[in-house]
């Protein structure tokens, strides 16, 4: 009988695709295999092996496989099988995301050899005007080991100054030496309350088990992680801790080297293809690493995983955006499930749906409710701004408490969430203002580029000086973002430095990192700074916060919305107060009568979280009912809410609660109209099976040239 093969591509279609396998080929579920497809070849996974072959179908032949071995082994593969059915998204895009992007385009799976480089010359023997070469040849004599040459690009030197000295024989090949291992230290002693969180942690003895370490900010979750993998991890064992963010990955992986040294991997989408593939292989061969990553890390071929951390799981990073919408940590319990090890969830506000898990008896609760050493919880004021002047969105209260705060030698932090010099740019004489041509939204002024750019398609154009509609001069920027904070607060302390941190000032390679040193050292300074801000940075000189406007999520058409103002509150005004000075937080607001806000002051998460639930419950939204989003887009509204028309047509007669179909919050972007049909019900695994057929029924329904559709399982942004 002939061996067949179905194969997965990494395309966005909801099949497989049958191959024959030649007699000298043995496949396994998992590897990777290179066929013909069309006139051309594709690089595929193979998704199931020893199937019937179609009937009266010649089907074509598998090339070859690119190694002996599964890329994906079982274990992956289920995940990956799972999330694909979960989140109705085509098994070929969801298997080929847990390879890095060499294997994806067909390269073999091994790191290339990097040459190793020696000087064996001197610098006399240089042209004068060769400055660069000459700076490259004393930094290589400094070091005097052989140096890969990725770390001499990164030192900023370039391979053509480098090939410009070996011509001269001034450097050489060198075989490369392995370095020694790097040194590590004891793990720091726990505190009481640790110790009692500590204890109620689950042991991978005890099997598959998810636990909500409940610790508010400054209790020391990073240091019950580490005590948690010194005790329970083997020698010969993996784990993966998940952050939220690329710019927390420098300090954690800093902070977990200085304690398992080499065992530390890293995986963000930062790193380059190379850096990738290495990681990816030392995951995959089952090297014991620890590997810290951001969302994508979830989905990694771990052959040997025995623990799992989420921090700061209520995050929404771990939501991906486009594509794929998997959400990490859910997979990250799942995964833990078919490793039969333990996960644990961090966080000082955890997510709804974690805590209602939690309350229900899913999950176990762990508290932490006392700082870390002799530092407390800061004190949390409203500071009602209304009939007040402000200066760049600060009140004059604010500017003395920030006054005071450097007076004493120590650091504020100011919280802005809008990047941006203003929101807005308007004319106050015809009251024109400047709109992205291809959004339904405005544009944002950026005034050290002098650019007007759009936040959700990256339209860029000059900013203009005259109103471009009626001329007049009374063109003026409204509102606040991070640069025009920055440069009232400049203008305010000019002895003082005042440090941006934004998606803007933190694109350069490196850039976050020399922004932590230099807030780290303790001299005093003043941050300005979005979200980025607000997620796990421990600045013990911080002593006071001052959020600009807490009011943007109190009025949102969103579900979601006051849950994730009060996390963010919460986590912003956590910075302070994390060494021996108290801290202080000032949050301004015109609505200091708001019953969340009020409920803020006392710092307590979960009694909010408990009315929160309360108020979900009551409204029949998640958690308590499962939700999807079938989300359409097209060159015309017309076309998206006609083709979402059909599909409620599709969906009459289930038991799910129907919503729309209705246009997005932003119902232009990029020039393509979004509309959206939301589907609720009461049973997880009904709502999947009336998915899946709606799936593949879709399919089947003629929708015009240039209409794309999508379903988000869970939705974080229901607008």
């Not at 890329?71 to 289920?78: C, G, I, Q, V």
């Not at 920030?402 to 030698?409: D, H, R, S, T, V």
Request: aromatic share 6%; proline share 8%.
């Amino acid at each position: 009988m002939t061996a067949t093969a179905r194969i997965a591509l990494n395309r966005p279609l909801r099949k497989l695709f049958d191959y024959r396998v030649p007699d000298a080929l043995s496949l396994l579920p998992g590897q990777r295999v290179r066929i013909p497809f069309g006139r051309q070849t594709a690089v595929g996974i193979v998704a199931e092996t020893g199937t019937p072959p179609p009937a009266n179908v010649r089907l074509k032949t598998v090339l070859e496989a690119l190694e002996p071995w599964p890329a994906l082994p079982e274990e992956t593969l289920s995940l990956l099988s799972w999330a694909a059915n979960y989140y109705q998204h085509p098994l070929g895009e969801c298997l080929f995301m847990a390879l890095p992007p060499a294997l994806r385009r067909g390269q073999p799976a091994a790191v290339k050899a990097e040459q190793h480089w020696l000087a064996c010359g001197e610098s006399a023997d240089l042209p004068k005007q060769a400055h660069r070469q000459r700076a490259l040849l004393e930094w290589l004599q400094q070091r005097a080991v052989p140096t890969p040459t990725p770390a001499i690009t990164q030192a900023g030197f370039t391979r053509a100054q480098l090939r410009g000295l070996e011509e001269r024989e001034l450097v050489k090949a060198a075989e490369s030496t392995t370095p020694p291992p790097a040194q590590t230290q004891p793990l720091p002693t726990l505190s009481e309350a640790q110790r009692q969180a500590f204890e109620q942690l689950p042991t991978p003895g005890d099997g598959f088990a998810t636990s909500l370490l409940f610790g508010i900010t400054g209790s020391g979750k990073t240091e019950l992680y580490l005590h948690y993998l010194e005790q329970n991890l083997a020698a010969d064992q993996q784990a993966l801790v998940l952050v939220p963010e690329i710019n927390l990955t420098p300090q954690t992986v800093a902070r977990f080297r200085r304690y398992f040294g080499d065992r530390i991997a890293v995986w963000h989408s930062a790193l380059n293809d190379s850096q990738r593939l290495e990681t990816w292989l030392r995951v995959r061969q089952g090297e014991p690493v620890i590997l810290i990553g951001t969302r994508s890390s979830v989905l990694l071929p771990f052959t040997n995983l025995n623990a799992i951390v989420v921090d700061e799981e209520h995050d929404s990073s771990y939501k991906q955006g486009e594509g794929f919408r998997y959400s990490a940590r859910d997979l990250a319990v799942y995964r833990g499930h078919l490793n039969r090890c333990p996960v644990i969830l961090g966080s000082a506000t955890p997510s709804l749906e974690t805590y209602h898990n939690a309350r229900s008896g899913k999950y176990r609760l762990i508290k932490l409710e006392q700082r870390a050493g002799k530092s407390l919880p800061p004190t949390v004021r409203l500071l009602d701004v209304r009939s007040r002047p402000l200066e760049g969105g600060i009140s004059r209260p604010a500017l003395n408490a920030i006054q005071q705060c450097l007076a004493a030698g120590q650091q504020t932090l100011v919280f802005v969430n809008r990047r941006g010099f203003a929101p807005v740019m308007m004319c106050f004489d015809c009251g024109h203002l400047m709109e992205c041509p291809r959004c339904d939204t405005r544009l944002t002024y950026h005034r050290r580029d002098r650019a007007m750019r759009c936040h959700h398609c990256d339209y860029q154009t000059a900013a203009q000086d005259h109103c471009p509609k009626c001329r007049s001069e009374a063109f003026k920027p409204i509102g606040q973002g991070t640069e025009r904070t920055e440069t009232v607060l400049a203008e305010h302390f000019p002895d003082t430095p005042v440090v941006r941190v934004d998606r803007d000032s933190t694109q350069r390679k490196g850039s976050i990192h020399a922004i932590l040193e230099r807030v780290n050292s303790g001299a005093p300074c003043i941050l300005v700074g979005t979200q980025m801000l607000a997620k796990g940075h421990d600045f013990p000189n911080v002593t006071l916060v001052v959020v600009v406007n807490a009011d943007g999520g109190l009025f949102s058409v969103d579900f979601r919305a006051p849950e994730q103002l009060v996390q963010t509150l919460l986590q912003v005004s956590g910075r302070a107060g994390r060494g021996e000075a108290p801290g202080k937080v000032l949050i301004q607001t015109c609505h200091s009568d708001h019953p969340l806000l009020m409920s803020l002051c006392d710092g307590h998460y979960l009694p909010l979280a408990d009315q929160l639930l309360a108020e979900r419950e009551a409204g029949e939204l998640p958690p308590f009912r499962a939700m999807a989003i079938l989300r359409a887009e097209a060159p015309t509204m017309d076309a998206s809410l006609a083709f979402l028309d059909q599909a409620r047509g599709l969906l009459n007669g289930s038991a799910a609660q129907i919503w729309g179909p209705l246009p997005a919050v932003i119902a232009r972007r990029a020039d393509r109209y979004r509309a959206q049909l939301v589907i609720l019900s009461d049973h997880r695994m009904r709502l999947g099976q009336l998915l899946s057929g709606l799936t593949l029924a879709l399919e089947d329904v003629g929708r015009p040239s240039g209409l794309r559709w999508q379903i988000d399982i869970d939705p974080y942004e229901t607008g």
